[in-house]
């Protein structure tokens, strides 16, 4: 078994309007950040996993994603594997 | 002026106790993702900023992260900028 560090990224879907995100960047133009724009707001899950390889690992983190750790009809995730 | 898309990945700081990260820990072995271990949530933002050059966006986004993003006492955060 090796083991595995994930890094994974939860944003909401590009049609889902991010309140939180709209919030941030109208805080940034009143402390004067005015070239601040777009902003949008994630979740960021970092863990390590057991698995035999790097493909069963991100299948184990996939499954992981999508029955607990992210809303999978409101959030997209992207996951970054590496070997530790 | 060129454009630059931040990716700022925000987490809390080693000492300090990630209870969320326990909680989602033990969620997950329960439903039998044993193999996974030291989970920890922090926050992921995105956000376009204007900026003449990329080491001038990137002092604008460390200001914003040390002055509404992240909380510094609490929290480091991780900058990485594309041009777009």
Chains 1, 2 share one sequence.
Do not use: W
């Not at 724009?37 to 499954?63: M, R």
Request: overall charge negative; aromatic content about 4%.
């Amino acid at each position: 078994m090796k083991n595995f560090r994930a890094a994974i990224q939860i944003q909401l879907r590009n049609n889902i309007l991010d309140v939180q995100g709209k919030t941030v960047e109208n805080a940034l133009h009143s402390l004067s950040f005015s070239n601040v724009s777009d902003v949008h707001i994630g979740k960021y899950v970092e863990l390590t996993v057991a698995a035999a390889d790097k493909q069963q690992a991100l299948s184990h983190v996939e499954d992981a994603c999508r029955k607990l750790i992210a809303n999978p009809i409101m959030e997209d995730f992207h996951i970054e594997l590496t070997e530790v």
